[in-house]
């Protein structure tokens, strides 16, 4: 099982919107609706931001969103804030009670 | 609330085994299955496998086969894992944690909604 594939690293202003793509295959991506995407700080566990492709746990700001086109899903956050700086990491279900991850994203808030 | 400790740190040599717990507490420990993710130094997360509390079912990534074993005790709610022939590519924090269920004839939940703290393992001669 290959890991998904994300964009080593993006950067963004305060208050500018940003999107994170991971692309998979239709064996995992494009064929399951169950793509989450999991926030890290420097040497913390990771944090579920989003699950079910674009469902959004209690307690999550409204400024992340998901969605998915084909094998490529996506995390935009809507008005990037210094908190945001961390890495990101999507996941999805892969049949056969299998899970992979992306190989994350560092986002930087400029 | 929701609550997934997981043992200490530990330095092991090449070729050893280590095995690593996870003591769930706050939820009902059968009602959801755990998993183990890990992550080398400076790398991202790779899943490692699942176990369903209530039936011991487990299922592992292809990359861990015939290395890894993953048992719960249901008396104590704890999971553990246990991992052999150790090299320094093991070097990794592992991660448990909470996800999918079995509810109304059907799985959901496939995602990780509580995370353990981590335990670093060290393999180093």
């Known amino acids: 099982q290959s890991a998904l594939t994300q964009p080593r690293s993006l950067s963004g202003s305060p208050g500018q919107s940003l999107t994170i793509s991971c692309t998979g295959t239709s064996s995992d991506v494009g064929d399951y609706n169950y793509v989450s995407w999991y926030q890290q700080h420097p040497d913390k566990a990771p944090k579920l931001m989003i699950y079910?492709?674009?469902m959004r746990p209690s307690g999550v700001p409204g400024r992340f969103s998901g969605s998915r086109s084909g094998n490529t899903a996506s995390l935009t956050i809507s008005g990037l804030q210094a908190e945001d700086e961390a890495d990101y990491y999507c996941c999805s279900y892969a049949g056969s009670y299998t899970w992979v991850f992306g190989g994350g994203t560092k986002l930087t808030v400029l | 609330q929701v609550q997934l400790v997981q043992s200490g740190a530990e330095v092991k040599k090449p070729g050893a085994s280590v095995k690593v717990s996870c003591k769930s507490s706050g939820y009902s420990f059968t009602t959801y299955y755990i998993h183990w993710v890990r992550q080398a130094p400076g790398q991202g997360l790779e899943w490692m496998g699942i176990i369903n509390p209530l039936s011991g079912t487990i299922n592992y990534a292809q990359h861990f086969q015939g290395r890894v074993t993953v048992t719960r005790d249901t008396s104590t709610s704890t999971v553990y894992m246990d991992l052999s022939s150790l090299t320094s590519d093991d070097t990794a924090v592992y991660y448990c944690?909470?996800?999918?269920?079995?509810?109304?004839?059907?799985?959901?939940?496939?995602?990780?909604?509580?995370w353990g703290q981590g335990t670093l393992v060290t393999v180093s001669s």
């Open positions: 079910d492709v674009n």
């Open positions: 944690a909470r996800g999918l269920r079995y509810t109304n004839g059907r799985h959901i939940w496939f995602y990780f909604d509580y």
